[in-house]
């Protein structure tokens, strides 16, 4: 079992529309969370943090995270086909503790 | 926030050969990283690179194969030895991990293929 999971999508909204991606893991030491935005052929970009449980905002979107069951999520309201790319969850332990990365998911806002 | 520059952005190699691949921070950061990114997988760490000492290497990656140099705060090398098809990937290195947040921030990236 991988320490994170994201499924790969994948995913096609039409422009508008509220995207929800979602990333499991099973290790309890996990305390930083972060979602990164993957253009094709660019390396990935910061978008949100967050630290332990609870819901940060920035703009349109907002990264959820429920440690209880070990379940994060971001969610991009009013999605815009600028935000079709992969993205990718990942997590750690704090501390300069590595970074450990779900596979992406790759999503595609339509007109 | 750090802006990381690489180069080459890409290459084709023949088997056997090795290619060095150059990262390039604007600021001074505490740790950097090397990463391998193949076609629908996560982004796997191979390896940190120390300040003025040997790199740490994750399981499954060696010295010998991918040697790194970080001689300053701001750069790095990494370099793909003796490369077969198999190595053909993308390379990213970032910098950071010493925020609240232990956030990392990532090169463009080098796209890497071996004939």
């Known amino acids: 079992q991988k320490e994170v999971e994201q499924d790969p999508g994948p995913l096609s909204v039409p422009e508008g529309a509220i995207v929800s991606l979602n990333c499991t893991y099973s290790n309890s030491a996990f305390q930083y969370f972060m979602w990164y935005r993957q253009y094709s052929r660019k390396g990935p970009e910061l978008l949100m943090y967050?630290?332990?449980?609870g819901n940060k905002e920035d703009g349109r979107f907002t990264a959820q995270v429920d440690k209880s069951s070990k379940y994060i999520s971001l969610f991009i309201r009013d999605s815009q086909p600028s935000d079709s790319a992969t993205y990718l969850c990942?997590?750690?332990?704090?501390?300069?503790?590595?970074?450990?990365f779900g596979t992406g998911t790759q999503l595609k806002v339509e007109l | 926030s750090a802006v990381i520059s690489q180069k080459p952005s890409r290459d084709i190699c023949q088997r056997g050969t090795s290619l060095t691949i150059q990262c390039q921070v604007d600021?001074?950061?505490?740790?950097m990283f090397w990463y391998r990114q193949q076609p629908g997988q996560s982004l796997t760490l191979i390896a940190t690179a120390n300040q003025g000492s040997e790199a740490t290497y994750e399981s499954g990656f060696v010295i010998d194969k991918f040697p790194i140099s970080r001689p300053n705060l701001t750069f790095s090398t990494l370099t793909v030895s003796n490369m077969s098809p198999e190595d053909s990937s993308i390379y990213l290195c970032?910098?950071?991990?010493?925020?609240?947040?232990?956030?990392?921030?990532f090169g463009p990236g080098t796209r890497l293929t071996v004939l």
């Open positions: 970032s910098g950071g991990g010493q925020g609240v947040y232990n956030e990392q921030f």
């Open positions: 967050t630290y332990s449980s």
């Open positions: 990942a997590m750690s332990a704090g501390g300069g503790n590595k970074l450990t």
């Open positions: 600021s001074q950061v505490t740790m």
